[in-house]
C-alpha cells in the first residue's frame, strides 16, 4: 500500500466525513421528518434543529472547500496531489487494462501513479457535487436573495437538483467510497 496522505489532508478528510455525514443525515432528516430513523436519533419534532444543524454542516463543507482549494494553490504538496489528479489519456488505457485484467485477459494490473482513474473520478465527482450542493443549498437558505436577482422557479429547481444530488452523493459514498 502507498501512503498518499499525510497531516493536512488527512485532517480535510476527517472534516469532509464529519460535513458530508452531518449533511446527509440532517438532510434526508429534513425531507423524511416522519421517519422512524429521524426519531432514533432525537431529531423528530425539531424542525428548526434539524435545519440549523443542517446548514451549519453545509457552512462547515463550504469552508472546508475553501480551505482545499487554497491548500491546493498554495503549497507544493497541492500542487503536486492536483498534477496528479488531472484526467488523461492515460486513464482511459489504464481503465481498458484494469477491465482486461479483471476479466483474465492480461495477467497484471496496470501500474497506476499516485492516483488511479477510479480516484480521480471520485475527486472530480466530489468538486462537482460540493459546488452544486453549496449553490443550490445557498438559494434554499436565502430565497428571496436568489430571487432578486434570477426568476422565482430557481428555487425549486434548487430543490429537485439538490434533493437528487444528495442521494447521488450518499450513494456514491455507500456503493463505491466504501467499497
Known amino acids: 500500500y502507498l501512503r498518499r496522505w499525510h497531516g493536512a489532508e488527512t485532517v480535510q478528510h476527517m472534516v469532509l466525513f464529519l460535513s458530508f455525514a452531518g449533511l446527509a443525515l440532517t438532510g434526508f432528516a429534513l425531507r423524511f421528518p416522519t421517519a422512524w430513523w429521524v426519531k432514533l436519533i432525537g431529531l423528530g419534532g425539531h424542525e428548526s434543529l434539524r435545519g440549523n444543524l443542517h446548514r451549519s454542516f453545509g457552512v462547515l463543507l463550504i469552508i472546508t472547500a475553501i480551505y482545499h482549494t487554497i491548500w ?5 504538496r497541492g500542487r503536486i496531489s492536483l498534477r496528479e489528479m488531472a484526467p488523461g489519456f492515460r486513464d482511459v488505457r489504464q481503465a481498458g487494462e484494469n477491465v482486461a485484467f479483471h476479466l483474465g485477459r492480461r495477467r ?11 480516484q480521480k473520478a471520485e475527486y472530480w ?49 455507500f456503493i463505491w467510497h466504501f467499497f
Open 72 to 76: 491546493i494553490v498554495a503549497t507544493r
Open 108 to 118: 497484471t494490473r496496470p501500474a497506476f501513479r499516485m492516483f488511479d482513474y477510479t
Open 125 to 173: 465527482a466530489l468538486v462537482w457535487g460540493t459546488w452544486v450542493m453549496a449553490l443550490t443549498g445557498l438559494v434554499l437558505w436565502f430565497p428571496t436573495v436568489a430571487t432578486s436577482h434570477s426568476p422565482a422557479w430557481i428555487v425549486r429547481v434548487s430543490e429537485t437538483v439538490h434533493f437528487y444530488e444528495a442521494i447521488l452523493a450518499v450513494s456514491a459514498i
